[in-house]
């Protein structure tokens, strides 16, 4: 069975840090992408980072670009987001999303809350 | 960034009624390897999005056959040709083309 869980969330004061992990059972991160999709409360989906695997390449929102910094961690089969100079909306849910095609988005966890509140 | 736009926003739907969601996309999701990366979720209360369609018009392993993606270039479709209480949710497109990946705003399924 595919797995991926979550973990890292939490309550944090704006301006602070926070890591994101995500780590995967009964599947490999070796190809496609895998994506930080999170989604504020009672609001729709939004894609916040993404890495491909093979190649490392990047990419992240506007709304997060300079402040949060997508990595992967091969030997552990684990995805991270560190997450800098946090702001009340970034409160969401986040989802560690993996592409088992490409564009696909097929696998989703079920997500690690971050509350941004002083 | 390519900007998806769903319509409607709220769907109320009898029991055994046909669903119809729409999708447009602001440029063309036809990739420059010939496939178009337009998917499909299904959110329930409570839940993780569940992916549904991929490619359009490709159902995932255990989908019900109810369920139909159809479409090209910027405009696409979901259909359900009977609509069972189990398909209460929230249902989303999603270009996977064009990065950043980008969802519609996401369309409210309930039973009237």
């Known amino acids: 069975e595919v797995q991926l869980v979550e973990s890292g969330g939490g309550l944090v004061q704006p301006g602070r840090s926070l890591r994101l992990s995500c780590a995967a059972s009964?599947?490999?991160?070796?190809?496609?992408?895998v994506h930080w999709v999170r989604q504020s409360p009672g609001k729709g989906l939004e894609w916040v980072s993404g890495?491909?695997?093979?190649?490392?390449?990047?990419g992240y929102a506007d709304s997060v670009k300079g402040r949060f910094t997508i990595s992967k961690d091969e030997a552990k089969n684990s995805l991270h987001l560190q997450m800098s100079s946090l702001r009340p909306e970034d409160t969401a849910l986040y989802y560690c999303?993996?592409?088992?095609?490409?564009?696909?988005?097929?696998?989703w966890g079920q997500g690690t809350q971050v509350t941004v509140s002083s | 960034d390519v900007v998806m736009t769903q319509s409607p926003l709220s769907l109320p739907v009898t029991l055994g009624q046909p669903a119809s969601i729409s999708c447009r996309s602001s440029?063309?999701?036809?990739?420059?390897?010939?496939?178009?990366?337009l998917n499909w979720f299904q959110q329930r209360p409570g839940q993780s999005p569940r992916h549904l369609i991929y490619?359009?018009?490709n159902r995932d392993s255990g989908v019900p056959d109810r369920f139909s993606g159809s479409g090209s270039g910027t405009d696409f479709t979901l259909k359900i040709i009977r609509v069972e209480a189990e398909d209460v949710g929230v249902y989303y497109c999603?270009?996977?083309?064009?990065?950043?990946?980008?969802f519609g705003q996401g369309t409210k399924l309930e039973i009237k």
């Open positions: 009964g599947i490999t991160f070796d190809d496609y992408g």
């Open positions: 999303v993996k592409d088992m095609t490409p564009g696909g988005a097929e696998y």
């Open positions: 999603m270009q996977g083309t064009h990065w950043p990946y980008t």
């Open positions: 890495l491909i695997w093979s190649t490392g390449s990047v």
């Open positions: 490619k359009v018009s």
């Open positions: 440029q063309s999701l036809v990739h420059g390897d010939g496939n178009t990366y």
